[in-house]
């Protein structure tokens, strides 16, 4: 089993990542992205739901 | 067997039940989750074939199991409601259609951004992109159907219905896009089977597995809560 | 079964329609290619099939709303006859009238293309099979739209196609290369059929809840 | 022939009417009274079993023969009335068509297709079912609208003779009123 160590040593290495960084950031950004409007949407339903309750 | 489920599904207690744990599920999920991605980021080796770009798989696995998870789950309630009308289930149907249907969105893009270094363009009718993609169509058409009713009753029978069809179509579905993809061109670098993974990159996958299923987990019992108490005011 | 054939036939445009609709795709086709270019026959296949897709959509659009709205349904309840009856009947006259002439002629001008030039019968059949799995799944789609506009049956139904496209795909590749067409032919028969029944018997389920 | 248990009906939130609890016997008439959206048309619809009610139960004794008549009218406009009239009842009826047409003074040319038949004339053509098979209970949700004094007494009297029949018959009607024998009013809800 290989060893689960940090693999990158500079801030610069890690974001460019053999040049497949864009994609693989991209992905993790969005998805973060996507998982936080979500869940920011519902508890805003959720607020003004209960106001007017 | 149904009055033993009644007790435990009564809104009022589900409801409080969900306010209840609410708080440490969203925060274990979101532990384990980021605990999952960050080893798998950065501390995971290097595949020797993709080279980096293979680190999408700690995000395209869990969404595309869950995506199909998800499916199978609201097949269960909308059994549930039609055999033994439980009262609850349309509510659960539809939170977990909302989920579903962000969480195979976000499964075609993982899908799509990482065929880009690995095939070259964002589209390869591969078996598995295609059948999610469908799949992502039958969630949008549930919940088109489901608010376009004014009867609630009606909307959520017809709802039911559909995921109960629905879910005997997925098998079929992937069988027969995998049979058809495979007389094209052989299944290339097929993006979801577990091949002969390394341990030291299995475990960041389960890691990361679990940690997104627990954090879908607690965007249901939120999603839950919302629908239960819109369907309760009007 | 006769008197649903004999309601169908009175109204020409429910049935003559889809008809004339499918033989204008098929012969406005070619115009976009230039006539003699190569691959006027694999084009061919892939605008039949759409062509197919879309009758059956045009066909079951409205195909019991009528009965649906004129109360005739509500009646047949209260009288304690069977809706999987009355479904099953209504669809099974739409596929003699308008099914299986869809299939010939699909058959005619896939010989004038040169898509199909062997066992002609299988090729018939064959179509006729992917007609009914169709049409039974775009009942069950204008099933529950009733009376909400076809479009929110379609997009919940289209799905449920995708593998009847992919089978007809391998059962048109069989018949010009010739090899295993028969089960294939088989195959679509067995589809159809277990389709057929399936379908019909949701249809009935989804108008009795709409009628409530 | 046919009962109900503390029978309740609610659409989206407002109860239309709860707890009634009746039963038919062979050969009396219920008459159903009620304002406007009393649910009148709501309780026929699930006596005959067309609609669930929300609470309660309606119970058949034996295989029942039983017929609901509404406010919509199930006649094929593109059919003639003679193809209607036999869509309807079947080809074998008691009485065919011409029969039919002169007891119910139903004159209209044979090849006229019903779409350009009156809503009165279209409504004779859907009570005939009535005079064509024997049934065991009838549900008529305002059989008398539209229709000429003369008709109106010649339902009446195939009404009383099924009754004699012994069959069971649900009415409801805002202006000709049948003496029945048992009166249900929805909007104070009470039976009597």
């Given amino acids: 089993m290989e060893k689960i160590i940090l693999q990158f040593h500079t801030l610069e290495e890690a974001l460019l990542m053999g040049d497949h960084g864009i994609y693989v950031w991209s992905t993790y950004i969005i998805t973060g992205l996507v998982f936080s409007i979500f869940s920011i949407t519902f508890s805003w339903k959720l607020r003004n739901l209960k106001e007017d309750e | 067997m149904k009055n033993l489920l009644l007790p435990l599904i009564s809104v009022k207690e589900y409801l409080n039940l969900n306010k209840m744990i609410y708080p440490y599920v969203l925060f274990l999920g979101i532990f384990f989750m980021l605990l999952g991605w960050i080893v798998g980021l950065l501390f995971a080796p290097i595949d020797a074939v993709q080279g980096h770009s293979y680190r999408i798989i700690y995000l395209h696995v869990p969404m595309a199991i869950y995506s199909q998870l998800i499916y199978w789950f609201m097949a269960i309630w909308s059994f549930s409601f039609l055999i033994w009308k439980i009262k609850i289930a349309p509510s659960m149907i539809l939170s977990a259609a909302y989920i579903g249907c962000m969480v195979t969105f976000l499964a075609l893009l993982s899908g799509s951004v990482w065929g880009i270094p690995t095939w070259g363009t964002w589209w390869q009718w591969d078996a598995r992109i295609t059948s999610t993609f469908i799949l992502f169509i039958m969630y949008l058409a549930l919940l088109t159907v489901n608010n376009s009713f004014q009867n609630t009753n009606t909307a959520d029978q017809i709802t039911a219905w559909i995921a109960l069809v629905g879910v005997i179509n997925i098998p079929i579905i992937k069988k027969s896009v995998d049979w058809w993809s495979t007389l094209h061109q052989p299944a290339s670098i097929s993006l979801t089977t577990e091949s002969s993974i390394d341990l030291s990159m299995l475990i960041p996958l389960l890691i990361s597995i679990i940690g997104v299923g627990i954090f879908l987990f607690s965007l249901g019992l939120k999603v839950s809560r919302w629908v239960i108490y819109r369907r309760e005011s009007d | ?212 | 022939m046919i009962s109900a248990h503390n029978l309740s009906y609610k659409i989206n939130k407002n109860t239309l009417f709860s707890g009634l609890n009746f039963d038919c016997k062979s050969g009396n008439i219920f008459q159903i009274l009620g304002s406007n959206g009393s649910g009148k048309t709501s309780l026929l619809k699930i006596l005959s079993g067309i609609t669930n009610p929300t609470k309660g139960m309606v119970t058949l004794k034996g295989s029942i023969r039983k017929l609901y008549l509404g406010h919509k009218i199930p006649i094929k406009d593109y059919l003639t009335s003679e193809q209607n009239y036999y869509l309807l009842n079947g080809k074998d009826t008691l009485k065919d068509y011409d029969a039919y047409c002169d007891l119910i003074n139903l004159n209209v040319p044979k090849s006229m297709l019903s779409a350009n038949l009156s809503f009165g004339q279209k409504k004779k053509l859907i009570l005939s079912k009535i005079f064509n098979q024997s049934y065991d209970i009838l549900f008529l949700d305002e059989p008398f609208v539209g229709l000429d004094a003369e008709t109106v007494m010649i339902i009446k009297k195939q009404i009383l003779e099924m009754k004699k029949k012994g069959a069971g018959i649900f009415l409801t009607s805002h202006q000709e009123t049948l003496e029945g024998d048992v009166l249900i009013d929805l909007d104070k809800g009470e039976i009597s």
């Fill in chain 3, 1 to 212: 079964m006769i008197t649903e054939l004999f309601k169908l036939f009175q109204r020409t445009r429910d049935w003559l329609g889809p008809i004339l609709i499918f033989t204008m795709i098929m012969i406005a086709f070619p115009l976009s290619l230039n006539i003699y270019s190569a691959d006027l026959i694999s084009s061919f296949e892939s605008v039949l099939v759409i062509s197919l897709l879309m009758i059956a959509f045009i066909s079951c659009d409205g195909i019991f709303n009528e009965d649906f709205l004129d109360g005739s349904f509500e009646m047949l309840i209260s009288e304690g006859g069977s809706l999987f009856q009355a479904v099953f009947e209504k669809l099974c006259a739409s596929f003699v009238l308008i099914s299986f002439p869809i299939a010939l002629a699909g058959l005619l001008f896939s010989i004038a293309n040169g898509a199909i030039n062997q066992n002609y019968m299988i090729a018939l059949l064959g179509i006729f099979f992917v007609n009914i799995i169709l049409n039974s799944i775009f009942a069950f789609g204008s099933a529950i739209s009733l009376n909400k506009g076809a479009i929110l049956g379609v997009i919940s139904v289209l799905p449920f196609s995708m593998p009847a496209i992919i089978l007809f795909g391998r059962f048109l590749d069989s018949i010009s290369s010739n090899i295993s067409s028969i089960n294939l032919l088989q195959l679509l028969g067995g589809t159809s059929i277990i389709t057929f029944l399936i379908f019909s018997w949701l249809c009935s389920r989804i108008i009795k809840l709409h009628i409530e």
